[in-house]
């Protein structure tokens, strides 16, 4: 029972361009929400987050937006340059609890 | 302010084999949790360590163990090495043991099982 999807496995985009990647979860006990970004042989970094008392939440080029309603977050990032290639992950978790649970990931290429 | 480090970098092993990973925890942070990650898929949570005590655990089996130090490091220990146990493990530590707050990740250890 996969409770996060990134349905996207892999996504181009134009330098200069916007990325937007998107995640489903359906559990609607999940009130925190990150995204992780990870190049090959490192371990997952951390980008942004979402509390689900906001629907978006901006840092620099990338902004997370959240719709509880749709269950339904995305990342924009804006303008997409090349060093964004990468793998994303979204994961989400429920305050109070102990574990984050990640979805599939989306494979980012930003093209020069 | 040093990040989450994690020891070794790679490691092949053989069926049935037992296993111990490392892992610092970011300065300041006393929550360790461990995941694994398989090939094409996301992290899973393993099981997460406060103050020297498992404060949660995955859907992994009992031969998946581990512990935490007076110091906030901490080992994952895999005994009886199955293939599909191939995997990276990611160690993240965190402020604290309660969500929400975020968890910072360390390089991981590539574990081949032959």
């Known amino acids: 029972d996969q409770q996060v999807k990134q349905n996207s496995p892999s996504l181009s985009v134009q330098e200069g361009r916007i990325s937007i990647l998107n995640c489903d979860y359906t559990?609607?006990?999940?009130?925190?929400f990150l995204w992780y970004k990870k190049y090959p042989a490192e371990g997952p970094t951390f980008l942004i987050s979402?509390?689900?008392?906001?629907d978006k939440n901006e840092d620099g080029r990338f902004t997370v937006f959240l719709n509880k309603s749709a269950k339904h977050l995305s990342l924009h990032i804006v303008p997409s340059q090349p060093g964004d290639s990468a793998v994303y992950f979204c994961?989400?978790?429920?305050?109070?609890?102990?574990?984050?649970?990640f979805g599939t990931g989306t494979r980012l290429k930003v093209l020069a | 302010e040093t990040g989450v480090t994690q020891s070794p970098t790679h490691l092949i092993k053989t069926r049935g084999q037992q296993v111990t990973l490392r892992c610092s925890s970011q300065?300041?942070?006393?929550?360790v949790s461990w995941y694994q990650q398989a090939l094409g898929q996301g992290p899973q949570f393993i099981f997460q360590?406060?103050?020297?005590?498992?404060?949660g655990r995955g859907n992994f089996p009992p031969r998946f163990s581990g512990l935490q130090f007076p110091n906030y490091s901490s080992e994952l220990n895999v005994n009886a090495l199955e293939l599909d146990d191939s995997a990276l493990y990611l160690c993240?530590?965190?402020?604290?043991?309660?969500?929400?707050?975020?968890?910072?990740f360390g390089p991981g250890t590539r574990l081949t099982v032959l």
């Open positions: 993240a530590s965190s402020g604290s043991r309660r969500g929400p707050d975020t968890q910072y």
């Open positions: 994961a989400a978790a429920i305050s109070g609890t102990y574990k984050y649970i």
């Open positions: 979402i509390s689900s008392i906001k």
């Open positions: 300065s300041g942070h006393n929550t």
């Open positions: 360590y406060y103050r020297e005590e498992e404060n």
């Open positions: 559990n609607s006990m999940f009130d925190y």
